[in-house]
Structures are given as structure tokens and as C-alpha cells.
């Protein structure tokens, strides 16, 4: 019969595992986690995620050995860490969901590939989501997603049988940053990591904060309460996003009930969830194009741009470098992106419409290339998922060469989205005491208001470093010249095949 082993990667949990369940079908199972050193010294990795991992790690380790077994965690290179397994007689069938991962790891699965056909161990890989592999067309795309996502979520097994341990086998810790020698994170105020922590979120969500998400998931005040707040959960696999979209079909078929009950329900119900169901098969849509085109995490998806921003930044000038530290810094002088950025730093989560106006303000107002500001914003998101960051980023960047250019105003999403100035005076408080219809141009402040609300401009808080409407209008003419050239437009046909959003499944 042998012994299996199931290797964890962005899948902590063991409901709807389908590896997890094919292997205790099989037999005896090694339920493995390996700590990759290599992976975690990757620039878009960052020691909140490990801190987000490690809380993972424990609720699936307090799983299994509710289920008769444990978590065996290994640190090293994973072909080190199967041989040494298969040595032990502890590996005859490796199992794993398939992952929509970084060059390094696509490196790194190619590698534990060649190894398991030369050592003769079958490697079963599942679907992890409504990712299609091999690369499928994008015509019908969103019907297969839907009728994958809407089989049952497999159950978790209920007893994970272990194999005999060899005498001498050392069960390692959860990990911390500290095993793969990392400084402790700075994100002191993320959220905790862990399935127990990602259910309660769901429950929550779907019994009462989500009455309104289709309206407060633009605002970075009214999102921490109103938007789901799972996107760590669904990014490292403590949730699947099956359980989710089953959970939200099961909320709205609750409500309509209710509705044709004639009981009382609040009439937002049914577009905030058909809204956040869109949003989950929007992740799945953008995690697509990396897994069909792995180089979007490095190169421009339309060569056309190619040049216009300069990439390597031992290349920028100083006055490159100092606006890319000021943006990461959040002293730009725009209250709006400065309590954005800072508040990243401490929480490593921001809603979806802030995030993109950081990456608009960054590529399109300082002109940087989106490669450096993807990788300081992977470290910041402890939601980071590649297969959704660098297709996104790409996006707001302006490099695809299908999407139309969004350019975000920061001074207008300040006043559209914190209205009452609650955001940026917690983030940014040296603007505290500053008058709120000066709040969002602090720099307009005369001399007498600045005493009086102890921030002189330039000493306390920074002038604007750039001017937004003429940075956006230089910018938008760079993108729009090269885009309107016969070579750009036949680049855009071809992308637009191979990328393209097709319609979405029908409405229920």
C-alpha cells in the first residue's frame, strides 16, 4: 500500500483538500510542510506573511491530530526533504493541489517534478480553484469556472490515518521569520492567520457586515468592517474559495427565501452578494493570466511599452530614488496616499480601490516602473497572492495593452472616500489639527492656520512632491502615443485572446 504524502503549499487546511482526501483514500499519509528558505528570501516575500503561515500552520496541525495525525514540517529544499522522506520510507506517492506561483516556484515544482520521475514517485496534482490548466480559451472560461466552483466542496476526511514513524524523527516548530532568518515583521497590527480566524470572518460577514459591501468596499474607512476582509485567508489557502462561493449562494438563498416569506431584510442583501461572488470569480479571472503567461510577473504584458519606464533601479536618477522613498515612506505630500501607505505598514491590508490608486499615483505620477513598486507592495500585502498581484498591478500600470488607463485622482478619492477626514487624520497625524476643508491640500494652508494647527508645511508634513494633473496628463499622452501604433494594436488583438475577460455566468 505504501505511504503518501500530501505537501502543503498554499492550502492550509483540510476541508475541500482533494489531495488531502485522494491520499487517505490511498492509505497512510505524511501530511508535510516544508519551509523554504530560497522562497523566503524572495523580494515580494515578507516575514508578516510567515506570521500569517505560522497561525495557519497551527489550526491545520490542531486538525489533524483531532484526525489521528500531525503536521510534519520540514525547513530546507523540498527535493532535500522528499529524499529524505523517501529514505525513511515515508514517501511512495507525493500528492498536491497545483499552484498558480512565482517563477521561483514554478522553478521549484518543475524541479520536484524531475525528481519524483527519477525516483519513480507518481505525483498527483488537483485543482486548487477555478484556475484551468492546461491553458484553456478564453471563450467559455467563466461558464467552466462556474460549474467547477459549484460542485460540493469536499468534506474533510475524518480520520487521516499516519503512518509508523521511524524511531528518531524529529517533529520541527511552527516556523516563525526567526527559522528562515528574518527580522520580525513591522505589520504589528495584521490580522491574525488561521482558519478558525477565517471562518469567524465568513460567519460575520455573511450574517450581518455584509449587508452593505457594494458600496463600503470603495471606502478605506467603511472596507474594514463592510469588505470581507478574507483575502489573506483565501490567498494562503486557510479558505478555498469554493467554501466561500458555496457559503454566499447558501446566504442569498437564504434572503430570498426570507423575501418571498415576507419577513423583513434589508433590500441590500442580494447585490452586495452577487457583488462579492463577482469578486471572487474576478480573482480566479486575473490568477488565469499568470498561470497562461508566467513572465507578466517580470515583463510588460505589451511589449509596445516596453522602454517608456525605467525598469532596473540601479538605473534611476536620484530624483527617481527620492520620489520612489517618499511614495514608500508615505510622504508625498497627498494625505490620501501617505495614510494609505502607512497604514499598509502597520496593518498590511488596504481596500482594493486605495490599492490601485497607490499603484496609479507611483506609475503614473512619478513615473516609475511598475516591477519595483509590485515588489514593495507584495511585502506590504499580507493578502499577497502572485497570481492576482502582478496581472493587477500590470493593469493599473498601464501596461497591458487591452485595459483602459485609470488614473486616480488622490485628492479626489480623499474627499469621495474620506469624506469626514477620519482615515488620513488616524495614519497621518500630523495633519490632525488641520481645518477639513484644507485637509486634502494641507500645502494651501496659510502661515496663521498652520500655528494654529502645529503643521508647518515642509517641517511637519511635505509640499506635494508633483503636480497631479499635469503628471497625469504627460503620462496619459506617453501611454496613449504608443498605444495608438499600428504595432500596439495588433499586440492588443492578440493579448486581448489570449487574457480578455468573456462574459461572466448568468445571473441566478
Not at 500500500?1 to 503549499?9: C, E, H, Q, S, T
Not at 499516519?162 to 524529529?170: D, E, F, I, N, S
Not at 438563498?253 to 423583513?264: E, L, N
Amino acid at each position: 500500500m505504501g505511504v503518501g504524502v500530501v505537501w502543503f503549499k498554499r492550502d492550509l487546511r483540510v476541508a475541500d483538500h482533494a489531495p488531502l482526501r485522494q491520499a487517505c483514500d490511498d492509505g497512510p499519509v505524511v501530511c508535510l510542510y516544508v519551509v523554504e528558505p530560497g522562497l523566503w528570501a524572495q523580494a515580494d516575500h515578507d516575514p508578516a506573511h510567515l506570521d500569517f503561515v505560522a497561525g495557519c500552520l497551527a489550526d491545520l496541525d490542531d486538525a489533524l491530530r483531532a484526525r489521528g495525525n500531525r503536521l510534519l514540517i520540514r525547513t530546507g529544499r523540498v527535493r532535500d526533504v522528499l529524499a529524505d522522506l523517501r529514505a525513511r520510507g515515508l514517501l511512495d506517492r507525493l500528492y498536491s493541489h497545483e499552484e498558480t506561483g512565482t517563477a521561483w516556484t514554478f522553478a521549484r515544482d518543475k524541479a520536484v517534478a524531475r525528481w519524483c520521475a527519477a525516483q519513480g514517485v507518481p505525483w498527483t496534482e488537483r485543482p486548487a480553484s477555478g484556475v484551468q490548466r492546461p491553458h484553456p480559451e478564453r471563450d467559455g472560461w467563466a461558464r467552466r469556472w462556474d460549474r467547477r466552483l459549484h460542485r460540493p466542496p469536499v468534506p474533510a476526511p475524518a480520520h487521516v490515518a499516519a503512518p509508523t514513524w521511524p524511531a528518531g524523527l524529529v517533529f520541527e516548530p511552527i516556523p516563525s521569520p526567526r527559522t528562515v532568518g528574518l527580522a520580525p515583521s513591522r505589520r504589528t497590527e495584521a490580522q491574525p492567520g488561521g482558519r478558525v480566524a477565517g471562518l469567524a470572518l465568513v460567519d460575520s460577514f455573511l450574517a450581518a457586515r455584509g449587508v452593505d459591501y457594494r458600496r463600503g468596499m470603495s471606502s478605506p474607512v467603511r472596507a474594514w468592517t463592510e469588505g470581507s476582509r478574507l483575502s489573506p485567508y483565501l490567498a494562503w489557502g486557510a479558505l478555498s474559495a469554493r467554501e466561500v462561493v458555496h457559503a454566499t449562494r447558501a446566504r442569498a438563498d437564504a434572503v430570498r427565501d426570507a423575501v418571498a416569506c415576507g419577513d423583513a431584510v434589508d433590500a441590500g442583501w442580494l447585490a452586495s452578494l452577487e457583488a462579492f461572488e463577482a469578486r471572487l470569480r474576478w480573482r480566479d479571472h486575473f490568477t488565469q493570466k499568470l498561470e497562461d503567461d508566467p513572465s507578466i510577473e517580470h515583463s510588460n504584458l505589451s511589449p509596445a511599452v516596453d522602454g517608456l519606464r525605467v525598469e532596473t533601479t540601479d538605473r534611476w536618477t536620484e530624483r527617481k530614488h527620492a520620489a520612489f522613498a517618499a511614495w514608500r515612506d508615505g510622504r508625498t505630500g497627498y494625505p490620501m496616499v501617505d495614510a494609505c501607505m502607512r497604514c499598509l505598514d502597520r496593518t498590511g491590508w488596504i481596500n482594493f480601490r486605495m490599492r490601485a490608486m497607490l499603484v496609479s499615483f507611483a506609475t503614473y505620477d512619478l513615473w516609475l516602473h511598475w516591477r519595483p513598486v509590485a515588489l514593495e507592495l507584495a511585502r506590504r500585502f499580507v493578502d499577497f497572492d502572485p497570481g492576482i498581484h502582478y496581472p493587477q498591478v500590470q493593469m493599473q500600470a498601464g501596461t497591458t495593452g487591452i485595459n483602459a488607463l485609470r488614473i486616480y485622482d488622490p485628492v479626489k478619492q480623499q474627499v469621495d472616500h474620506d469624506p469626514d477626514g477620519v482615515f488620513v487624520r488616524h495614519w497621518v497625524p500630523e495633519l490632525a489639527r488641520v481645518p477639513l476643508h484644507l485637509l486634502h491640500r494641507p500645502h494651501r494652508m496659510d502661515p496663521s492656520t498652520q500655528v494654529t494647527a502645529g503643521c508647518r508645511v515642509g517641517e511637519h508634513y511635505p509640499s506635494p512632491i508633483v503636480d497631479h494633473a499635469l503628471a497625469a496628463a504627460v503620462a496619459a499622452r506617453r501611454l496613449d502615443a504608443v498605444r495608438a501604433t499600428a504595432e500596439a494594436r495588433d499586440q492588443a488583438r492578440a493579448i486581448h485572446h489570449r487574457h480578455g475577460s468573456r462574459r461572466g455566468p448568468r445571473r441566478r
